[in-house]
């Protein structure tokens, strides 16, 4: 009997999942993780949202367990497509956008990446650089070729707005843009409102298309609405885009695996026609979308005072890592650090892109059992009122001969 | 340059056959209507179920906190629970750890992984299908870039396994191909290989160098009892096979809208099984991250607290015995009727599915006049007969069969 498998090699490594290993087998009662990318409150323990609970507590016993649509569960994405598009948008009223349930915002890229290859066979995806790691997979198993945008410039530690509006226009007209809406992954850097405009009149000019991925609506000011900004600009000025929506991290769903994809369309005969097709692709994948997270979901926005709590929430969770911000960058200017670190409280969302070499990460982590990946990203949610002085005061011990 | 739209090309995919059925009969407003189409099952009241076991896991699990996703050691657990069922618990792989397997989204999730890892280590294969197999098969094969081929499976004829015309498929590819098997209940005919017919396949399959891919849908379906149901796969293991499965909890555990399935290798060695799962955990990275943890939990409760396994296994015999039940009473409803037709078939296929028989022009009528709704195929899924229903089905039957005996003797010479 041959052996079917002998040249299957161990794939490589997560090298997020590496770090959140290493730091599990730590035994230091020092040890920080500010590697991982969801959310802790101010003990440092996850958190399920009171309006979750009380979901839960609904939809308890009381439902059936039948197969959703292939495009999932309707109430879910009409709620779903109100927080990116408006409450009152002419889109959804208009029947414009196209839109399924996803399997979270890495299900919605795929559905998206296969749906370009299959009906945009000859284009590429401009990705800025840095960006999410698993968006190069992802895209890579679509077979869809990657071209890179400048994004993040280090010297700054803020956005190369030249050389990204360079990137666009050098970019071949009709080209694919990836976008992330705000809170940036992994760098947290965000265009400006002013500078999302010009990005904006630059794809009009090219005729690119803009693809959101908005995992973070609501981390990165507290305000869903605000957070959108973006979109709505894109929107306002004509584009037709794609927007792939998560609520692992605004609703704390991570495990769920709740989320949509959308694209709008010029009418509701198309917004039709592309539906069809992404359900086709997500039958040939998974049938159809797990029900448990969509009905948490559209259990919360669907009830005026649950939507209500959601909001309070997010702004806690929000409020809280800005607030955390503040005081890593107070802390290591009160050590007398002679360095800049106004980027911790101009970076917005989840992440800190510190400027950390990967020799100081190291020694950050071998001395001071701190941990985070070595690209010097480092997770705010992770940093709390018990460890911030603490990691300050590491940070500042690495850096101060720099 | 102005706006340009990027997908104004794009033209509505053609319907699903299965959902397709479904979605015509929401649309019906007949108070008769019956739907047979998709393979969900239904109590005698023709409701949807959700089974004891599953309130009694939803129970256990409420409140607990888990929230990025499942320990790495749910993970195995559930895994190797999974594994059990279908290989055996007394398996040499299974005693040994020579398994590797993830959950999937699932039966669906679990073909396409495994769809996306035949491309990727033998890019130039084909998978050989039963004809018919379920449709979603050949998109899902499709979708990951590996081609088709089919074996004979079915004997319109006879309305049975054509042996011979598998076995010459088998022995007539080429050496090392890859083929898809139902282990039981097969999906859309009813009809399985015999045990003795399940050991020959084993060994021309053996012979020929064959890979044995079973999806596993319908285990517990086709005799009530999950071991029994698992014979096929247990022949093969025997037989030194290395196999691969795709299990789904979809309709054995009522779990159909969490998307809880596995997929599993049998491997040479822990070492392997260890390389395989980290390929098959970066294929589902790429595609939706990680599977959703609500249905993980809850099988992973049944399967790991004795009490509640064995209620689930009482709950699948309840649901097999049903089934069978109905069987027996349309075959006997349709006789009665005076139907010259030959029937036995009802019978004598397995598990959810009735491959009637019916016509296109038949199964029309179907739908049309009497509000009846079954795929295109003929495929009735007998889980959507009740007490109720089944002698207004076994009338809507002989009344579109039953147009002439010239007809039927047309229809007989044709397979009918």
Redesign the interface.
């Given at each position: 009997m041959s052996s079917w498998w002998r040249s299957v090699e161990p794939a490589p490594k997560d090298p997020i999942l590496g770090v959140t290993e290493a730091f599990l087998a730590d035994p230091s009662p020092d040890k920080v993780n500010v590697g991982v990318g969801a959310y802790r409150d101010d003990n440092g323990k996850p958190v399920v949202l009171e309006c979750v609970r009380e979901a839960e507590r609904r939809i308890a016993g009381n439902l059936k367990m039948e197969y959703l649509p292939m495009g999932g569960s309707v109430n879910m994405v009409q709620e779903t497509l109100k927080l990116a598009y408006g409450e009152n948008s002419e889109f959804i009223k208009d029947k414009r956008i196209a839109a399924v349930q996803s399997l979270s915002g890495t299900g919605a890229c795929r559905l998206f990446a296969d749906f370009q290859k299959r009906f945009r066979p000859d284009s590429q995806i401009y990705i800025p650089v840095p960006t999410w790691a698993n968006h190069h997979n992802i895209w890579r198993d679509a077979q869809v070729p990657q071209r890179s945008y400048h994004y993040y410039l280090p010297e700054t530690r803020g956005l190369d707005f030249a050389a990204l509006m360079d990137d666009v226009k050098n970019a071949p007209d009709g080209s694919f843009f990836l976008l992330h809406a705000c809170a940036h992954n992994p760098t947290g850097v965000d265009p400006t409102e002013v500078q999302w405009r010009e990005i904006s009149y630059q794809f009009k000019v090219k005729g690119h298309f803009a693809f959101f991925d908005m995992a973070y609506q609501g981390f990165a000011s507290g305000d869903p609405e605000r957070d959108a900004k973006s979109i709505r600009i894109f929107l306002n000025d004509g584009h037709f885009i794609g927007i792939s929506q998560s609520y692992a991290k605004n609703m704390g769903l991570y495990g769920q695996r709740v989320g949509c994809l959308s694209v709008l369309c010029e009418d509701e005969k198309q917004a039709v026609a592309v539906k069809s097709q992404l359900q086709q692709l997500a039958r040939r994948m998974y049938s159809n979308p797990p029900l448990h997270g969509a009905l948490i979901v559209s259990t919360i926005l669907g009830d005026p005072d649950l939507k209500k709590l959601w909001l309070k929430e997010v702004k806690v969770m929000a409020d809280r890592i800005i607030g955390m911000r503040t005081a890593l960058r107070e802390s290591l200017e009160k050590r007398g650090s002679t360095l800049s670190w106004r980027h911790i409280t101009d970076q917005i969302g989840m992440f800190c892109y510190s400027g950390l070499t990967p020799e100081q990460v190291d020694r950050l982590t071998n001395e001071y059992h701190i941990y985070m990946t070595r690209n010097g990203r480092i997770s705010m949610a992770g940093v709390t009122t018990g460890n911030v002085g603490y990691l300050a005061n590491a940070i500042h011990e690495v850096t101060k001969s720099a | 340059?102005?706006?340009?739209?990027?997908?104004?090309?794009?033209?509505?995919?053609p319907k699903?056959p299965i959902?397709g059925v479904t979605e015509a009969f929401l649309a019906d407003p007949s108070p008769n209507k019956i739907n047979l189409g998709?393979g969900?099952y239904r109590d005698d009241e023709g409701r949807?179920v959700?089974l004891q076991c599953?309130?009694d896991a939803?129970a256990k699990i409420?409140g607990s906190?888990?929230?990025?996703?499942?320990s790495a050691a749910v993970n195995s657990k559930m895994v190797e629970e999974s594994c059990k069922l279908i290989y055996g618990k007394d398996s040499d792989a299974v005693m040994e750890g020579r398994f590797a397997g993830i959950q999937a989204?699932?039966g669906?999730?679990a073909c396409?992984l495994f769809a996306?890892f035949q491309r990727r280590?033998y890019p130039n294969s084909h998978m050989y299908f039963p004809a018919p197999t379920w449709s979603?098969h050949h998109?899902?094969w499709?979708?990951a870039q590996v081609s088709a081929r089919n074996f004979c499976y079915y004997d319109p004829q006879s309305k049975d396994l054509n042996f011979e015309g598998l076995i010459n498929d088998i022995k007539n590819a080429p050496e090392?191909s890859f083929f898809l098997l139902h282990p039981c209940a097969h999906n859309p005919t009813g009809v399985d290989p015999t045990e003795e017919e399940w050991r020959e396949i084993s060994y021309y399959l053996?012979v020929k160098?064959h890979?044995p891919f079973f999806d596993v849908a319908y285990q517990g379906f086709a005799s009530g009892v999950m071991d029994k149901d698992a014979r096929a796969i247990h022949i093969f293991l025997q037989d030194?096979?290395?196999v691969a499965c795709a299990q789904s909890f979809?309709k054995n555990m009522?779990?159909?809208?969490?998307?809880v399935g596995c997929l599993s290798?049998i491997?040479?060695d822990s070492k392997?099984a260890?390389?395989?799962k980290?390929?098959l955990?970066?294929?589902a990275?790429?595609?939706?991250?990680?599977?959703?943890?609500?249905?993980v939990l809850l099988v992973s409760t049944i399967l790991g607290d004795q009490a509640i396994k064995a209620l689930w296994t009482e709950e699948i015999k309840i649901m097999a015995d049903r089934i069978q039940g109905m069987r027996a009473t349309l075959r006997e409803s349709l006789e009665k009727l005076g139907s010259p037709l030959n029937w036995e078939h009802i019978t004598s296929q397995v598990g959810m599915f009735c491959y009637s028989g019916l016509k296109a022009e038949q199964i029309d009528r179907l739908v049309r006049e009497f509000h009846v709704y079954m795929t295109s195929d003929g495929r009735i899924s007998m889980a959507g007969v009740t007490t109720g229903n089944v002698n207004y089905l076994a009338n809507a039957i002989h009344e579109v069969t039953n147009s002439g005996y010239e007809e039927s003797q047309i229809l007989g010479e044709s397979g009918f």
């Open positions: - | 340059m102005s706006i340009v739209r990027r997908f104004e090309h794009v033209s509505p995919a699903d959902t998709v969900a949807p959700v599953v309130r939803e409420a906190e888990f929230l990025e996703s499942v989204l699932s669906t999730g396409r996306e280590f979603n998109n899902i499709r979708d090392g053996k160098n890979f030194g096979h290395l979809a009522g779990l159909y809208g969490h998307r290798f491997c040479d392997q260890v390389a395989i980290s390929q955990q970066q294929i990275r790429a595609m939706y991250g990680s599977p959703p943890v609500h249905g």
